[in-house]
Structures are given as C-alpha cells and as structure tokens.
C-alpha cells in the first residue's frame, strides 16, 4: 500500500493569517501518461464525515472557498488555507487514489491560536 | 444534491457479522460516472478504504480485509450493502459510504453519508 504521512500533527494558527498542511507519499502519484497526480484533500469537522475540498491535487471542488489551494507534484504536496476563518477548524486529510487501495494521511488538526 | 445514509445494528458480538445497507437518494446507484464504497474510521483515528461496488455488481476490496468482506447493490432500492464477517473489538469504528467519482480512470469519494457508529462487544 501506499503510506501517506502528514505534517504537522497538529496547527495553531491566527485567524485570518495562512495555515500549511503537508502531505508526503511512499511512492509517486504522478501518472506520467495525463500528468495528473491522484491526490485529495479532505477536511472533517467534529461530528460530521469527510468533505472533498481538492482532488487531482489542485483542483478545487465546486463550492469550496477559494482560501484553499493545494499544490505539489510527485511525491509531496501541500493544502494551503489562505487566511483562516474559525469555521475552518478541523481535521484535514490527504488521500491517494493512485493504486488500490486508497489511503489517507493520518490527519492534520488545524486549531484556532 | 445526491444524499447517502447509513443503517444496521450499532452493537454487534464478537465472530458476528455485521450487515449495513446505504441507501441514496437524489441520485441513481446505476449512473455510469460513480462507484459506490464503505469506509471506516476508528473512534480518533484515521479512515480506511474497505471496498467499492459498481451498478453492474462489479467489486474491488482492500486486501487486507477481503476475505471477510462481501459488497452487493439494489439497484431497484438504490441501495448498497457491507457484509462484514469474523468481528473484533478492531473493527469498532464509524463506518461510512460514499461516492466514488469516475474520473481519468480512478475514483475518489466526493460525498459521504453520515456514518454509523458500530460497536463490536459482547
């Protein structure tokens, strides 16, 4: 399987300056024959499932506040919250979908500081 | 806005199997674009990729529980189930489905029902 590990474990940042959350894979997810890497991010608040915030590493779902913006390619890749809001705290997760099965990172609790 | 929402028992024993069914509305299950999956997550921790289902009954498992894990689909209901055998204290977790979008010859879940809480204890 492909091990996905995120950093940091946790982030106290201030509202309205920016939040970074990294994620690294065991092995690449880039396909070289679209040049799409098959990542997501994801965030979870308290009680409530997953929501798709990014997939194909930089491509962010409708709906989602342009605040999140995700980059990188291969084997590393950041999610990038702007300027935090509080109903941004959460838990964010990254996930493969390269190889069966997909995985996730661990997580990444973004907190109010 | 298509919606997925779990159902089954929140108890079972150990060696039980546990049944949940997920049953979508404002959408249909037989849409070419979507596959349909089950994922878990343990109380404070991460989530787990345990298995996708197609319309046609067509499925992939994660191998690390593939040999006690059984996926089928109503299409008539527009419902899917988990079959999930041989239980332990291990598979305690909240356990969700989603939607697996079809996209570049992979799929990623782009929505989720709430999830149930199954709680594995004699």
């Known amino acids: 399987d492909i091990v996905m590990t995120q950093s940091p474990e946790s982030l106290g940042v201030s509202l309205g300056e920016r939040a970074t959350i990294n994620c690294k894979s065991s092995?690449?997810?880039?396909?070289?024959?679209?040049?799409?890497?098959?990542l997501a991010w994801y965030q979870q608040k308290p009680g409530q499932p997953p929501k798709l915030l990014i997939y194909?590493?930089?491509t962010r779902e409708s709906g989602v506040p342009d605040r999140f913006s995700g980059s990188g390619s291969g084997t590393d890749f950041t999610l990038t919250i702007s300027s935090l809001q509080a109903e941004d705290v959460a838990v964010y997760y990254c996930q493969q979908y390269y190889r069966t099965p997909p995985t996730f990172g661990q997580g990444t609790k973004v907190e109010i500081k | 806005q298509v919606q997925l929402q779990e159902s089954g028992p929140g108890l079972v024993k150990p060696s039980q199997t546990l049944s949940l069914t997920c049953t979508v509305s404002?959408?249909?299950?037989?849409?070419?674009?979507?596959?349909w999956s089950w994922i878990r997550q343990p109380a404070g921790k991460g989530l787990e990729w345990i298995g996708r289902i197609y319309n046609s009954g067509s499925t992939s498992y994660n191998p690390s529980l593939k040999s006690r894990v059984t996926m089928s689909v109503d299409t008539s209901k527009n419902q899917f189930s988990l079959e999930l055998s041989s239980l332990t204290a291990a598979d305690t977790a909240v356990y969700y489905c989603?939607?697996?979008?079809?996209?570049?010859?992979?799929?990623?879940?782009?929505?989720w029902g709430q999830g149930t809480l199954v709680t594995v204890s004699s």
């Open positions: 989603a939607r697996e979008r079809l996209e570049s010859g992979s799929f990623f879940p782009d929505s």
């Open positions: 194909w590493a930089s």
């Open positions: 404002g959408g249909s299950i037989s849409s070419g674009s979507y596959y």
């Open positions: 092995q690449s997810v880039l396909y070289s024959s679209n040049n799409k890497n098959y």
